[in-house]
Structures are given as C-alpha cells and as structure tokens.
C-alpha cells in the first residue's frame, strides 16, 4: 500500500463548478501538504502547502488538511478551462525536507 | 529569473545502455533534487544534493546514481538501464529553508524512453 493515495479520475467538470480533490495518508508523521498542478509536458508547479491541520484560502483555492482522519482536499471555486491539469498532492513529514511524498495525481479537465 | 532546466528533454536509449541527465537550478538555489515519475507509481523520491554532498537517497538500485558540481548544477546516471526505467524524470531545486516547508521548483523534465 502507498503511502499516498489519489484517485487518479479522469475528473471533468463544466466551468464554473465546484471541484473537490482529495487525498489520503497514512503515516501519521506528514506534517507538511502541498497541493502541485501539473500541466502536459510541464513540470508540477507549486500551489498551495499547509501545516499540520486547518484551512487555508488563496484566491479560487482552498486547502484543508484533517489530521485526525488523515485526509487532505484541495477545492477550487468557479473553475476555468485554464484549470484543466493533473494535480498532485504532497507531503512531507519533516521541515526543511525536499523528499516529499506525492499520490499519483487526478487529471482534471474543465469543460467550456 | 531563468527557472530550472532540463537536458535533454526527450531521448531514447536501448536495454542495458546507460544515459546521463542534466539539471541546472535556479540560480541561487543550491539544493537540487530527482524524482521519477511512472503513470503507475507517481513521482518518487531518487535523491537529493546539497552543496556537492547527497543529502538523501531514495529506495532505488544503485544502477541510480547522481553528482552535484561547485555551481550546484547536477547530473543523474543510471546505468545498464532496463525497460521499466522508462519514465519522466524531473528536477527540483530550492532555497533550502531551515524551517517550513522547502518550495519546490520543477524543471520540464527529461523523458526517457527505454526499447
């Protein structure tokens, strides 16, 4: 068993919609998760990371993390077709590490 | 500020040949970091340089192996490669941040392709 897991979809949604991407773990020492979008032939990008449990909001994104359930969402309001990527979560169990953990990603695509 | 780059980015190589893969950090960045990436398996941790030192080693053979140079630019070699070694492999360089969480910032990537 992964350490990791993502449903890998496809996901497609019509614009505008509600997209729900999550997450599951189960070392329970990750402390550090990250949500990464990665365009075709591009490499992932960064957008959002959180520590321990909460939320956290930027613009059309918000991430939350429950600990306790060992469970992380990614939710992205409004999508747009630009938002159409495999977007991968992340984890790590300890500062400053760059050996993070990663699920396989979902394709999502949004539709005109 | 140029980002982080990959060569080559496509290539193609036969059963029990081996390839080296070129990364050049952002500049200023001086820990470099290798992860392949399978359909299957998602991207998994190879290893990690910090000024010319390895810092961390992923659970691959040693048929995997990495260097980092003075202007912290870093190549990966594997050796006698075999098909399952067919794969993107990326590059990730950062500022190394003594607590929080490391950014990671991602090159294209070099797709190998083993026959």
């Known amino acids: 068993q992964k350490e990791v897991e993502q449903d890998p979809g496809p996901l497609s949604v019509p614009e505008g919609a509600i997209v729900s991407l999550n997450c599951t773990y189960s070392n329970s020492a990750f402390q550090y998760f990250m949500w990464y979008r990665q365009y075709s032939r591009k490499g992932p990008e960064l957008l959002m990371y959180t520590y321990s449990s909460g939320n956290k909001e930027d613009g059309r994104f918000t991430a939350q993390v429950d600990k306790s359930s060992k469970y992380i969402s990614l939710f992205i309001r409004d999508s747009q077709p630009s938002d159409s990527a495999t977007y991968l979560c992340a984890m790590s169990p300890q500062t400053g590490a760059n050996n993070l953990f990663f699920g396989t990603g979902t394709r999502l695509t949004v539709i005109p | ?115």
């Open chain 2, 1 to 115: 500020k140029a980002g982080v780059t990959q060569t080559p980015r496509y290539l193609i190589k036969t059963r029990g040949q081996q390839v080296t893969l070129s990364c050049s950090p952002i500049s200023g960045h001086r820990s470099v970091s290798w992860y392949q990436q399978t359909p299957g398996q998602g991207l998994q941790f190879l290893f990690e340089y910090f000024s010319e030192t390895q810092r961390n080693k992923g659970n691959f053979p040693g048929r995997f192996s990495g260097r980092q140079f003075s202007n912290s630019r870093s190549e990966m070699n594997v050796s006698t490669l075999e098909l399952g070694d067919s794969a993107l492999y990326l590059c990730a360089s950062s500022s190394n941040r003594v607590s929080g969480a490391n950014v990671l910032t991602f090159g294209a990537g070099s797709r190998l392709t083993v026959l």
